[in-house]
């Protein structure tokens, strides 16, 4: 667990990108992952992005973590795997400072697109679109 986080947040992109690959591989894997859990997940990726400095690396790595929202076996892992998303983007949010905005606003507009997307592959269902 502390090993991956290391990974993903490590300087070097090569090491980030096979860390991102393993964890979509390992989220592939998770049926009942708690909230605390994912939020760990989210902390690690978080900084994983964070230090991630060129625009197209930010922009490629951003919609690779948005996609992992479509990793878990089911719907119910996605909406806790999505909430603990915006748990970090809240907690993180205030210590962003102005050079970095840009860089994740873009993350935020990634993981909006596919949360739409996951709703809409749901068909809107009620029960989903109160629980994100």
């Not at 591989?25 to 859990?37: G, N, Y």
């Not at 900084?47 to 690779?64: F, G, I, N, R, T």
């Not at 892992?77 to 994740?104: N, V």
């Not at 909006?112 to 009620?126: K, M, V, Y």
């Amino acid at each position: 667990e502390n090993a991956m986080g290391k990974k993903l947040a490590s300087a070097d992109k090569k090491v980030r990108d096979k860390a991102v690959l393993v964890m979509s591989k390992w989220m592939s894997q998770q049926k009942d992952l708690d909230e605390d859990a994912h939020v760990k997940v989210w902390k690690a990726l978080y900084y994983c992005y964070w230090m991630s400095d060129k625009p197209l690396v930010q922009q490629d790595l951003a919609e690779k973590l948005s996609l992992l929202l479509h990793s878990f076996p089911s719907n119910d892992q996605s909406l806790l795997f999505l909430r603990a998303f915006w748990i970090t983007m809240l907690r993180e949010w205030p210590g962003i400072d102005r050079l970095r905005l840009d860089k994740f606003y873009n993350l935020v507009r990634c993981v909006q697109r596919q949360a739409f997307s996951l709703l809409s592959q749901r068909s809107w269902r009620a029960k989903d679109i109160t629980t994100y």
